[in-house]
């Protein structure tokens, strides 16, 4: 079972104790995988039943077994299982828990497009059968796009009223690059500490990484069987089960700020926070552990957890309190109220009363009742339910009830919209067909999107706005024609700053001439500025394919926008404005010359060509100038009569890194402004994207030394697959010994 021939990129590490029965379907799921670059490790804590008998019953070189020989802590087993992982992501997942069928593939290539250290997911829960109940399962959030966290902020923030602790990621249910165990290592001794591994790695990785990505669907799923025990203690069994792990940890000492004499389990949170804390100083330095908000959290959480405390007993023991850290009755009683105030809010909010209204109105979900009594055939239910999207409409669909609500809102207080929308399928049907691929560049909130999703095609929508893409996918986030990027576009790749109107929120510009000079000027007073990553057209073009059509809509953008683009695309469309004819025209100038394009012109929402026939760029400008009103607007339609443009070489070869040597023959790729020296490409290489099977060659002399170890973790399994078969790889780093030998003035060896 144990392959030790090649080191794969993933592993996941499955403690485990006398816990056979469920042991089984977490196998199983873990290996209903299509990839071969992971390995799955059974860390046996000396269990007693067949548990050994259960993990040979699979043969699978991927599944690795591995014994303790002698009872361990579940701290020392979760250590153990980590000491056999040679994967450079770790996921741990518990003996009653699952992963979601090809969960892993998918995860591969979330790493390859969104690189990071750390990355996390929302958990289904499933709880197996007990005592003649039948299994249950909730907490099914539906899948969106990944975005990132502030792990600081939101440590600190929990450090502070014990709030959103669980957007916290951990190694368990998370994937974490092993080099941040390491560190964490380095530092601590040891990667977990405390009694509850998974809570004190939550508040040990923020010392390590500034960020996490929600990759925006379900890896796992958390299982809660009758064996298991947590610090959330759900019931009397799960509490018994907790006590007895809580015992096994024989010479623990409680965090000597802590006061002991309250119920254990109502301590081990804010223990492993503490004991966090203290082994990496130079993170929480500059923040103090609030006990007055620490006691309020343990009141308003001791009906859940099944904690055994109340306020009257922590008023009563406060002078022994006293003795083990501050506490001011006045301050404790205040975070109580406050917490009393957000619960009662969370549920009583218009939103949360809006949701509670759906769930009565709509049918019962799929997993409501007859929930399998396993979590193996569950997970593979759940993703056939996530597969099928008429068994999910049947039940609750957000995005159709957030559809049907605007479109009953645009009937009954904007008929004319409702017009132009129909004006508007007819008028982009000659450019659209059926699964034809479109970019609706400055998409904002979504309305040509919808036009473009009605006429069957696959839509790219980019937009640099974060809350109009949220608002796109809550409209259409279920159609499976619709990709949405969260960025900008420009002339090359980066960051920019995005101007936002205060009273128009559809107003938004990175052009600073736009802003200073344009009839909308006085919206941009005041206006919000947020600084958001941008890439080019020729990009998304390598990650999407070759679209039909694309609009661009970036007011007053447009020609860096365009400049971004090498490739003809059949038709393009751009805004223009008569008071900015002289940049319109430098637009039809660039489009021009990259192939043969003829031009026409639609004044504002017409929806009607103004020519008969498609004409060059000169009487197209010779028409706009006879145009009297200086408010005139619409957009630029072009047509390319070539439907391809071929400008790859015959041999591909990046020189990454490249500086000043710009080689011939090769893609001469860097970043760093150098006078008089022009890139093929100016772009990170962390931004850089091609197709797999693509590429003969890549260089990168002097390069890899200036990147963290998980960014050539990255790299490598991205290189690995823009190469083709038998392309080759030229890495150069500095020489320690020749350096160090040439500084002493010694020869070499």
């Not at 605007?406 to 659209?432: A, D, G, M, N, W």
């Not at 929120?505 to 736009?514: H, P």
């Not at 990009?539 to 400049?563: A, M, Q, R």
Request: charged share 25%; hydrophobic share 40%.
């Amino acid at each position: 079972m144990d392959n030790q021939h090649t080191k794969p990129f993933i592993s996941v590490i499955i403690p485990t104790r006398e816990r056979a029965d469920t042991l089984l379907f977490a196998i199983k799921t873990a290996l209903d995988q299509n990839s071969d670059d992971y390995e799955v490790i059974v860390s046996d804590n000396f269990s007693q039943d067949n548990t050994k008998e259960v993990v040979e019953s699979f043969s699978d070189p991927r599944l690795v077994y591995v014994n303790s020989g002698r009872r361990l802590s579940m701290c020392d087993n979760y250590e153990f299982g980590l000491e056999h992982a040679r994967g450079e992501y770790i996921i741990f997942i518990g003996d009653d828990d699952a992963i979601m069928p090809g969960a892993i593939d998918k995860l591969h290539l979330t790493i390859k497009s969104n690189p990071s250290l750390v990355y996390y997911w929302s958990c289904p829960l499933y709880t197996w059968p007990k005592d003649g109940k039948k299994a249950s399962a909730y907490h099914f959030s539906s899948n969106h796009l990944p975005f990132k966290i502030n792990l600081k902020k939101i440590a600190y923030r929990f450090i502070t009223v014990m709030r959103e602790s669980g957007q916290l990621p951990s190694a368990y249910h998370g994937a974490v690059a092993k080099s941040v165990l390491d560190m964490i290592r380095r530092q601590a001794g040891r990667v977990f500490h405390s009694t509850q591994p998974d809570l004190f790695t939550s508040f040990a990785i923020p010392a390590f990484c500034d960020t996490a990505i929600n990759v925006g669907y379900a890896i796992t799923v958390a299982g809660r069987s009758p064996k298991a025990n947590s610090a959330v203690a759900y019931d009397k069994s799960s509490r018994v089960n907790t006590e007895k792990m809580l015992q096994e940890y024989k010479d623990y000492k409680l965090h000597p700020s802590l006061f002991p004499d309250i119920d254990p389990l109502a301590n081990v949170i804010q223990d492993s926070i503490l004991v966090a804390m203290d082994k990496f100083p130079q993170f929480y330095r500059s923040i103090d552990f609030n006990y007055n908000v620490m006691w309020a959290f343990i009141v308003s959480q001791a009906g859940f957890f099944k904690w055994n405390i109340s306020i009257q007993e922590i008023i009563q023991k406060r002078e022994k309190i006293r003795q083990y850290h501050s506490f001011n009755i006045l301050q404790f009683l205040k975070y109580c109220l406050i917490n009393k105030v957000v619960a009662l809010y969370l549920h009583r909010n218009p939103v949360a009363l809006y949701r509670s209204f759906l769930k009565k109105i709509m049918k019962a979900g799929h997993f409501d009742k007859n929930v399998p009594d396993n979590i193996s055939d569950f997970v593979k239910q759940l993703a056939d339910y996530q597969k099928n999207t008429t068994a999910q409409k049947k039940h609750v669909n957000y995005h159709y009830i957030a559809r049907s609500i605007l479109s009953l809102k645009k009937k009954l207080l904007h008929p004319e919209t409702v017009k132009q929308e129909k004006r508007e399928i007819i008028f982009y049907s000659q450019f659209i067909k059926k699964g034809d691929l479109c970019f609706d560049v400055g998409a904002n909130i979504g309305n040509k999107t919808n036009i473009f999703l009605k006429l069957g095609a696959r839509v790219v929508a980019i937009e640099p706005q974060e809350l109009a893409c949220r608002k796109i996918n809550e409209l259409y986030g279920d159609n499976k024609n619709l990709s949405i990027v969260n960025k900008g576009l420009a002339d090359k790749p980066g960051f920019l700053e995005l101007s936002i109107s205060e009273d128009r929120s559809v107003l938004a510009t990175m052009s600073l001439k736009w802003k200073k000079e344009g009839g909308f000027s006085k919206s941009y007073i005041g206006a919000k500025i947020e600084k958001v990553p941008v890439t080019t057209l020729d990009n998304l073009i390598s990650e999407y394919g070759l679209p039909k059509f694309c609009k661009i809509d970036v007011e007053g953008f447009e020609e860096e926008v365009l400049k971004g683009l090498t490739k003809l695309i059949p038709y393009i469309s751009f805004e223009f404005t008569k008071e900015f004819l002289a940049d319109t025209k430098e637009c039809v100038d660039y489009v021009s010359s990259l192939g043969n394009a003829t031009f026409n012109y639609s004044a504002g929402e017409s929806g009607e060509l103004s020519f008969k026939d498609w004409v060059l760029g000169a009487e197209l400008f010779g028409a706009l100038e006879k145009i009297e009103n200086k408010d005139v607007w619409g957009d630029i339609y072009v047509n390319f009569k070539q439907s391809a443009y071929n400008m790859e070489h015959n041999e591909v070869k990046l020189h990454l890194g490249c500086g000043s040597n710009i080689l011939p023959g090769y893609i001469n790729i860097d970043n760093t402004k150098r006078e008089g020296i022009y890139y093929d490409i100016d772009a990170s290489i962390l931004d850089l994207q091609f197709d797999d099977n693509s590429v003969d060659e890549i260089m990168l002399h002097h390069v890899f030394e200036h990147f963290h170890r998980y960014q050539v973790v990255v790299l490598m399994y991205v290189f690995n697959h823009w190469l083709k078969k038998g392309g080759k790889l030229e890495i150069a780093t500095p020489d320690f010994e020749w350096c160090a030998r040439k500084y002493l003035g010694l020869t070499s060896p």
